[in-house]
């Protein structure tokens, strides 16, 4: 099975920046769909965006224009860039397959993302 560890996350002032990365085990990595989803305090994981196996994204409309996704399919790891942080961007984020996956593989352990001044 794949395991999946994500990294980056840490506490920044509305404003900042963090860039999140996505490692996951094996080799077969490049060959799907990878999305993130965060997860707040009492609220339903969501996605906040995907990219396809070639490169192709998708962002949830409450991150256009602020978040990146991108991936290294050499290093079987995903990043997910994030700018001009929110206080409502607090969450856990976590990688996994997109959501038209028929089967996700197992949940990481998540890095938590603290915007507050």
């Known amino acids: 099975q794949v395991q999946l560890v994500e990294s980056g996350g840490g506490l920044v002032q509305p404003g900042g920046s963090l860039r999140l990365s996505c490692a996951a085990s094996?080799?077969?990595?490049?060959?799907?769909?990878m999305g993130w989803y965060r997860q707040a305090p009492g609220k339903q994981r969501e996605l906040v965006a995907d990219i396809t196996s070639d490169g192709s994204t998708n962002y949830a409309d409450a991150v256009k224009g602020r978040f990146t996704i991108s991936r290294d399919n050499a290093k079987n790891t995903m990043y997910l860039q994030m700018n001009s942080l929110k206080p409502e961007d607090t969450a856990v984020y976590y990688c996994n397959r997109g959501l038209r996956a028929a089967r996700s593989w197992p949940w990481g352990q998540g890095t938590q993302v603290t915007v507050s001044s």
């Open positions: 094996g080799n077969i990595f490049r060959f799907f769909t």
